[in-house]
């Protein structure tokens, strides 16, 4: 190899291209663009359920390839034993703690939801700097606190805009209204108001923008712009991630552009998701088979696809319903499940792809890699003996990964497309095959629940509601069938099914309009006019209550059935209560004495 082609190849690690648009984020950036200019079009040419599930494989790979580089071989288990081991048990310790206390389990998720973040800015500054050093720039310790500084203050952002009052900044978004959990915002606890939110994200805002071009200064008087080119790359994506977005939610420019607008940030946040797990992807792949751990990045890609799939999905079907757990996984299971793998996958992350590891910069700065002694193999359990072993667990991951794909595209193509188009049978049949797959849903059961009743398919709503509240009670499953009851004429179970939702909900507003409409039916009329007059002070205070809820309760406090008893015609339940006072009384029909 002549000298010019060995230079070029050491500035790059699978080429120009590749590095630039898989390791840079030139690849998000492209997709950046796109969003940008056609808007609407982008996303019905690709819904986010459609295009969550490649997102997802890449995402899961990524978590794989951590695992396969901290535990497949003998001699990096026993060098970080204390995470590959202690930590691992402590964060399953906390996933089931979290499981069974919903406040453990929303800190888990707020730990989980403040590092992501972090996370994804170090990672880009340790390519930038990888690319430097390969190019043999000299980063002045300067230049790299300012470089360090542009990163961390890209993440404070993020961390401000998560933490507020303002929740509209969000870097992603934080609310988990379908499950149990809740996203705990650290600034109202510490009277971070509104204004003091906006002064700090305008400061660090300015900190960051001048870090930024401090840093890009500096690093031009070492170094032509074609060798900072791979780095001020890396700089602009961080700043497309995080930085622009936040800001422009927060002080409302640019709202036009749809990846910074406030309605579209789960999409956006999808991609820059799938950015960050293809660039973790691309570095990991190059270390395997330059440092001789893979015979090929194909096969070590393969191989990280099935332990991430395994990472994520295992939990997932150990504590599902039935099993190990009590919550459906689109309920809170799920966000555990993130926050288990994700915390896991950061802090292993930060151990073992430090370049202060002689193998690891061996390896990314392309210098010469040391042989393995021959020791080495017979430690990493490269013998007959073990083979099977290695074949079961890579079986098995294979066939967790089947069922995620099948789960994914159930759900897709099986449930949600069904039920758009109206066709409740086959989306019935795939909530009853997720279910096979460990996938039980009550929120499907309730959404088909609700819509056959509203077609007053009464047989079917009732079976789909019953699934629902075994599956998980909730007051609208309590009042979808309380709703059922009701149609049928059966007053009584009706008012059990919505005193139920109101143990879980109380001022769940439709519950106590049912349970006044009840007891009108069952003649208690005193208990109706009470329970009517409160669901419609509940209904006016929800925004969110259903249309015509206000003027369904107005219609039943209007029934003649409400007006004030005569003496001589008091309803059943005031009767009983008179009874039941009666018999309270002395023997010999005196008032009781007087005890003052």
Known sequence: MSTAAARTTQRWLFGPWRDLVLGCGLGYAAIFVVMAALGATFREALPLGIAFLPVNLVSSAHYGATAVRAYERFEDRQQYWLFTTWTTLALGACFVWGLASVAAGSWFVTIYLTWSPWHYALQNFGVAMTFLRRRAVDVTPGARRLLHASFVLSFFLAAIALHSSAARASYAPNQLESGVYSFIPLGPMVGLSHDVANALLLVTGCAWLGTTVGAVVLLRRAATLRDLAPALVLVAVQALWFSVPVLARQFGVFSSVEPFSVEHAAYAFLWIGAGHAVQYLWITAYF?????????????????????????????????????????????????????VNLHHFILDGVIWKLRDGRVAQ????????????????????????????GLLWTGGALVLAGAVASALLTEFGFNRPYERGDLDAARRAADRLEWLGQSSDEMRL?????????????????????????????????????????????????????????????????????????????????????LHRAKALAAADRSAPEGLLEAIEGALADPRLEEPRANDRSQDDRSQDDRSQNDRPQNDQPPPDRR
């Not at 599902?320 to 299971?333: K, T, V």
């Not at 390896?363 to 290695?390: F, N």
């Not at 059966?490 to 006044?516: N, Q, S």
């Open 288 to 340: 395997a088979k330059s440092a001789g751990r893979s015979a090929s990045h194909t096969k070590f890609v393969t191989k990280s696809l099935l332990a991430g799939t395994a990472l994520w999905w295992v939990p997932a079907i150990l504590f599902a319903p039935g099993l190990l757990g009590r919550l459906p996984y689109d309920a809170g299971l799920a966000a555990m499940v993130a926050a288990l």
């Open 447 to 531: 959404r088909l629940g609700h819509t056959y009743l509203d077609r007053n398919d009464l047989s079917a709503a009732r079976s789909s509601l019953e699934r629902s509240i075994e599956i998980r009670p909730t007051a609208w499953g309590w009042t979808g069938l309380g709703d059922t009851h009701a149609r049928n004429g059966e007053w009584r179970e009706a008012a059990d099914a919505y005193a139920k939702a109101l143990e879980i909900e109380p001022d769940h507003a439709v519950a106590t309009f049912g349970a006044g409409l009840a007891a009108l039916e069952m003649s208690q009329a005193e208990r109706a006019r009470r329970a």
């Open 363 to 390: 390896a990314l700065l392309g210098r010469a890699p040391r042989p393995l002694p021959p020791i080495h193999h017979q430690l990493t359990g490269d013998v007959a003996p073990r083979r099977w072993v290695r």
